[in-house]
Every structure is written in structure tokens, then in C-alpha cells.
């Protein structure tokens, strides 16, 4: 795991959700909001025929709710990615 550590380093300015803006500071007082968001594959793992090493563009972050959901979202739809752009159309 020690690509997530240095990407929570690296962006670790990133304090709201991409897709919803959800922010954990202002809603629960967390001291770094980074904190409750996780990281995302834009192109889940199982796509991938053999081990991949993840790259910064590979990956962005979500909160938890935001993180299922587009999940879901790509399963139902069985789509292999969606972008936040296309997620966020749908986030009413």
C-alpha cells in the first residue's frame, strides 16, 4: 500500500470530493478531511489481464458514498470506467 501513502502525501491538499464536494472538515470537524476519502480506480483492476503497477493518473479521490456508488453505477450499466464528469451528471 505504499502507492496510496504517497499519493495521500502528494495530494494530500485535496480536501473535498471530486464528484459530490462533499468535505469532512466542514461536516464532521475532521482535522484533515483527506483522511475519509478513498482512493479510486478510474479503470477497476479486474479490466487488467495482468498485475498492473498503479500510476497517479490511474487513480483519483472519492468520498465513501460517492466511491460505491460509481461503482455500482458501472456495474449496473456494466460499463468498465465512468468519468467524474459523466458520475456527477447523474449525483442529483
Do not use: W
Not at 495530494?11 to 464536494?21: E, I, L, Q, R, T
Not at 458514498?65 to 464528469?85: F, G, V
Request: glycine share 2%; aromatic share 10%; net charge positive.
Amino acid at each position: 500500500m505504499k502507492f496510496s501513502k504517497d499519493y495521500r502525501s502528494r495530494y494530500g491538499k485535496v480536501n473535498s470530493c471530486p464528484a459530490c464536494s462533499f468535505n469532512a472538515k466542514q461536516v464532521y470537524g475532521f482535522n484533515n478531511p483527506n483522511s475519509i476519502l478513498e482512493i479510486h480506480h478510474i479503470v477497476p483492476l479486474k479490466y487488467f489481464s495482468k498485475r498492473k503497477k498503479t500510476k497517479e493518473n490511474d487513480v483519483t479521490f472519492l468520498c465513501p458514498n460517492c466511491h460505491r456508488a460509481i461503482h455500482k453505477m458501472m456495474a449496473e450499466d456494466q460499463l468498465k470506467t465512468i468519468s467524474i464528469k459523466e458520475f456527477k451528471k447523474n449525483i442529483k
